[in-house]
């Protein structure tokens, strides 16, 4: 298969978008729902509707408006209220839901205010009632009611130096569960009814205890835990004095820990995973093939500091070329996950456009070699850019413009770097969140 340049990136484009549709709130719950009369049938578990006075639906995270505007389509007047909170943009046309706009990573006052308004309505369910809760990735910043003694303001400090630290989402959500009164099962707390979670999983696993921070389902971790998580990360003395004396009385079991297990929260409740990162790389998979690549699956497992991971990406590509392994060309490799980025420069990006920026200096002796990195979500780091694409050509072209790669990475600016050259992915806000998709193509 002889493939221009431009057309392998738009190979590239084609691919992801296969995965991005793949994993769309609405595709998700299609396939998982089926309502037959008044038997709603989630999986291959039935539920009578006619055995409930009333239907509510709640739900946080960046996807959760499109779920409840999906579960809207499939109940319609079946539904007597319910409210979820989104990030800002991320607004779907529902009728009988509330969306409530809230920020995203950093919590706001919104978030706090949409979060009270979830628990005044669990507060008014009865034991005849069914909640359904919609939960996708972004959860923990949009689901959050801080403990007595620690103010928003706290909450944002914290959250701000853990997303710069290099940390992972499963150790940030640690931490996190720690500081609020409705994260690591303590949401279960407050509905008498039978609740049924929905989730997008953003996470390694499908860990539900991770996701948003785990509301609806028992925690494992500890006070202790988040402690030493602070000291790896250097942030033990520099987080707000409340949260410290906080973490330390609960070390002190003067506070009280998260829910253990399944019985003293709710056991009326389920979690039912209806997408995750393996659906979104599937569909990827099969678009690849279908246009004609040698194609591999690598891993839904790719974590540590986008540059570090890029180089080993490419690494894997460097023996196509000579010897046919893990494929033949023309190849295609996809991956999925979620890297880190330790922040120390002052510019935007986020782990996509770094992974795609680092794997760009890789690849410059490999002709019309492209990468492709992006989130599910629509949004990479601090910026409106999903993540980035480049090519054997890319560091050519950006000594054309006058730019120095590695400055730019240096600076954690490579937003700037990509804008410069016109290689940004933007989508705006999507249906989903589901982590990243990770792209090679070799023609």
């Known amino acids: 298969m002889t493939k221009t340049l431009h057309s392998v990136r738009k190979d590239a484009l084609e691919i992801f978008l296969a995965g991005l549709q793949a994993a769309d709130a609405k595709a998700c719950i299609t396939r998982h729902f089926s309502l037959i009369g008044n038997t709603l049938i989630i999986g291959e578990n039935p539920y009578n509707l006619d055995d409930f006075n009333n239907i509510y639906v709640i739900g946080f995270g960046k996807a959760s408006g ?202 009326r409740g389920f979690n039912i995973i209806i997408g995750n990162n393996h659906v979104a790389l599937l569909a990827s998979y099969e678009k690849a093939v279908n246009l004609g690549y040698h194609t591999t699956l690598i891993s839904s497992f790719i974590g540590g500091e986008a540059r570090e991971a890029a180089k080993a990406f490419v690494s894997l590509a460097r023996e196509i070329y000579p010897v046919g392994n893990p494929v033949k060309r023309p190849a295609c490799l996809i991956a999925g996950g979620e890297t880190t980025v330790t922040v120390k420069g002052y510019g935007y990006g986020g782990r996509n456009q770094e992974f ?22 629509g949004i990479d780091g601090n910026t409106d850019a999903a993540g980035a694409i480049a090519d054997s050509t890319t560091l050519k072209r950006s000594e054309e413009a006058g730019v120095t790669p590695s400055a730019f990475l240096t600076a954690n600016n490579t937003y700037s770097f990509f804008k410069i050259l016109d290689d940004l992915i933007i989508t705006g806000p999507t249906r989903t969140n589901v982590m990243d998709i990770m792209l090679l193509l070799i023609p």
């Open 66 to 267: 499109f779920m409840a505007e999906a579960l809207e389509e499939l109940l319609k007047h079946r539904i007597k209220s319910g409210i979820v909170n989104v990030q800002y943009g991320y607004v779907a046309p529902c009728k009988i839901v509330k969306i409530n706009e809230a920020g995203h990573p950093i919590p706001d006052y919104a978030g706090i205010k949409g979060t009270h308004e979830i628990m005044n309505l669990l507060g008014k369910v009865d034991e005849n009632d069914i909640v359904f809760c919609l939960i996708s990735g972004g959860g923990s910043a949009l689901f959050e009611s801080p403990h007595d003694g620690i103010s928003l303001d706290d909450i944002q400090k914290v959250t701000s130096l853990l997303l710069k630290s290099g940390a992972n989402i499963e150790e940030i959500n640690v931490v996190r569960k720690r500081l609020s009164k409705v994260k690591g099962g303590r949401l279960m707390r407050l509905c008498k009814g039978v609740i049924v979670s929905l989730i997008l999983s953003d996470v390694w696993n499908d860990s539900i205890d991770i996701i948003a921070s785990g509301p609806t389902t028992p925690d494992y971790s500890t006070f202790l835990d988040s402690k030493k998580i602070l000291l790896k990360y250097n942030l033990l003395q520099t987080i707000p004095v409340s949260v410290r004396k906080h973490i330390e009385h609960g070390l002190q079991e003067k506070q009280e820990e998260t829910p253990k297990k399944q019985g003293t929260i709710n056991n």
């Open 356 to 377: 795609v920026l680092a794997a760009a200096m890789e690849i410059c002796d490999m002709e019309n070699t492209v990468v492709l990195s992006a989130g599910t979500d």
